[in-house]
């Protein structure tokens, strides 16, 4: 099997575990990876995750021009698109809406930090966009900011995107957000959210370099402003 050919076949598959995972519903969602300087294979528009099969697939220019495909490119590229040009390493990325990581941003609520290490070795700092339309470019420009300092980011009233070297990663991504998430939720409905000790948040810090994580903004802040969202759980 070619590496193109095997590319296509592992999007399919991801697809199907962000379908399983409830990550999407119906037509939710779009993957995509960055075959070279200036192209990029992804998800159709109008297509259920979950059966989709490597014909699906369509590829597009770094401006978003539709260049392979019988079916017509997902708009949200241009979340994918601002992505790939803003970070020179990003070969893939994922656009889902995992219920769990969703709901802080229906509430407008930052996901607090300091708590799990799973969420400080892989994640760190998982920022919230601002809102606005989906497929358009003021909605791809809203995650800007956050890209050479976070690999997951939490977009307002709509869902996630995520991004790593790999497909796998970008998914692992998305993934470890939602279950972070969800125990999140769980603890503050038991009512006591632990978090850990400055130093013990610094030592995970230090490990993340080891797993390919970026370096996280934390690291030269003093110790009360390694928690954000502070008040979680209170």
């Not at 219920?99 to 930090?113: K, L, R, Y």
């Not at 976070?150 to 977009?155: E, G």
Request: hydrophobic residues 35%; aromatic residues 8%.
């Amino acid at each position: 099997m070619s590496h193109a050919a095997a590319l296509r076949d592992q999007i399919c598959d991801i697809g199907r575990r962000c379908y399983a995972r409830q990550f999407v519903s119906g037509n939710d969602g779009n993957i995509s990876y960055r075959l070279s300087d200036n192209e990029v294979l992804c998800t159709p528009t109008l297509i259920c995750k979950g059966f989709m099969t490597p014909d699906d697939l369509c590829t597009v220019d770094l401006d978003g021009r539709q260049t392979s495909g019988d079916r017509k490119r997902t708009s949200e590229i241009l979340l994918h698109l601002e992505i790939y040009r803003r970070d020179s390493k990003t070969r893939a990325v994922v656009h889902a809406h995992p219920p769990h990581a969703t709901a802080f941003g229906v509430a407008g609520e930052d996901i607090p930090t300091g708590i799990l290490p799973e969420g400080e070795v892989f994640l760190g700092v998982v920022p919230r966009a601002a809102y606005e339309t989906p497929g358009t470019q003021e909605f791809a420009e809203t995650i800007r900011p956050f890209v050479k300092s976070s690999c997951a980011v939490v977009l307002s009233n709509h869902g996630t995107v995520s991004w790593a070297e790999t497909v796998e990663r970008a998914y692992w991504n998305t993934e470890i957000l939602d279950a972070y998430c969800r125990i999140l939720l769980l603890a503050r409905q038991l009512g006591n959210v632990n978090r850990l000790p400055a130093d013990k948040v610094r030592e995970l810090l230090a490990l993340r370099d080891t797993f390919g994580a970026p370096p996280d903004p934390r690291g030269d802040e003093s110790d009360a402003e390694l928690y954000r969202n502070p008040d979680f759980g209170k």
